[in-house]
């Protein structure tokens, strides 16, 4: 069964009389998950509905916002080791908002003929994808849900841009997190490897349930957004398919353990389709 749009991104209102002067309001009236992690990373791309919600979520658990820096401080290093190894073929799964390096910045500074395919459900990112970061040749944005892995693979326009004749780099970065228990984010995990040629590579983060995250994903499930944090056990299943590389999966961040105050509720692996 194909499940439905997540709920949240992008359900702008659209009924006569939700504007200001009784025409429909050009304005989202709920928040989705890409606008408000771009509200949580300092960007400008997010509304009202988002910015109430992600204060709400701030006020629940303080830590989200760190959450967000780490991950994408995390996209940054495990996409330059990827394309330093020798990747030149990425695609971004949940990639959301541009932000203010993306994929393609981080590994065409590496190797400037790598080639990007941004995924993602949400109708906003793709046209804002699009405009920013789909312009140039070996680029593209595609519109996809990872719960149907093998349909999101098999879009012409990505197969197109992607040669699955070589290795390809997949990213899930903060994606899987809003992948309920009922999709199956193993199996998932699973079909998207089983799609990939040899010599692929995954990157996965995920944020791991403590007290604060778990009242969080209530707060949100009544909101509407299927936000699922998970035990270290269980996203250790998930990534379990893949052959780490480096000391992944752990617990981030790993590198500036120095300053931090310990590792967070935010776990990341890389690895690679066993041989
Ligand atoms: C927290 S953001 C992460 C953005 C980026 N991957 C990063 O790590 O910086 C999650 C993104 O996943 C997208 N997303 C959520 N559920 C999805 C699904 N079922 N299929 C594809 N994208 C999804 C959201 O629209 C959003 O853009």
């Not at 793709?126 to 595609?142: D, I, K």
């Amino acid at each position: 069964m194909i499940p439905g749009p997540v709920p949240g991104p992008s359900r702008w209102a659209e009924a006569p009389g939700d504007g200001p002067d009784g025409a429909a309001s050009a304005f989202p009236r709920f928040p989705s998950v890409a606008r408000m992690y771009d509200y949580f990373l300092g960007g400008k791309d997010n509304y009202a509905a988002d910015r109430a919600m992600a204060d709400k979520a701030l006020d629940r658990a303080p830590v989200v916002a760190r959450l967000a820096q780490v991950n994408r401080g995390f996209l940054e290093r495990a996409a330059t080791v990827l394309a330093e190894s020798g990747l030149r073929q990425f695609v971004d799964v949940g990639c959301g908002l541009p932000a203010r390096r993306n994929v393609g910045d981080i590994v065409r500074r590496v190797e400037p003929s790598c080639r990007i395919a941004y995924v993602d459900n949400d109708p906003l990112v793709l046209v804002h994808a699009r405009a920013l970061l789909a312009g140039g040749a070996g680029t593209g944005a595609f519109g996809g849900d990872v719960r149907v892995p093998a349909a999101l693979l098999g879009h012409p326009g990505l197969r197109r841009l992607i040669d699955f004749g070589r290795p390809v780099a997949l990213l899930l970065l903060g994606v899987l997190d809003f992948v309920a228990d009922a999709d199956d984010p193993r199996g998932i995990v699973r079909t998207l490897l089983d799609g990939l040629p040899a010599g692929s590579h995954m990157v996965i983060t995920h944020t791991e349930r403590t007290a604060e995250l778990a009242a969080l994903a209530a707060t949100a499930r009544r909101a509407g957004l299927a936000f699922t944090p998970r035990g270290r056990g269980e996203i250790a299943e998930i990534c379990a398919p893949l052959e780490p590389v480096g000391p992944y999966p752990a617990a981030l961040p790993l590198a500036d353990a120095a300053g931090a105050a310990g590792p967070l509720p935010l776990v990341g692996c890389i690895g690679r389709k066993p041989g």
